[in-house]
């Protein structure tokens, strides 16, 4: 089984990068399992991700909200509305071919 240690802008983060990744084959990621070790302001998550018969166990660390500056919580509150709103225009590009595509049926 293959593991890796990622470090985040915000811990809290852990949990979409299973969905930001692509598992071989084009599959999908699983959170198959998630453990939460807290520190003081910077913490770990460590999850087993599952697809088919492939696993990764994948380690996360980073900041908590409490460890960052009122500051640094401003900008990481915009760079995840940027990733909202790229995640959603993304989204709405995938649905509209779809729909192109059922009209043309």
Partial sequence: METSTRYLPLIDEASLHAAFEVA???GAWEIASARHVSGTGWD????LWTS???RLHVAFRGPTVTGLSDTELDRE???LIRIRDA????LDLVEGHQRFRKALR
């Fill in 24 to 26: 071989p084959e084009g």
């Fill in 44 to 47: 770990m998550e460590m999850q």
């Fill in 52 to 54: 088919g018969e492939h």
């Fill in 77 to 79: 509150r915009e760079r």
């Fill in 87 to 90: 995640a959603q225009a993304a």
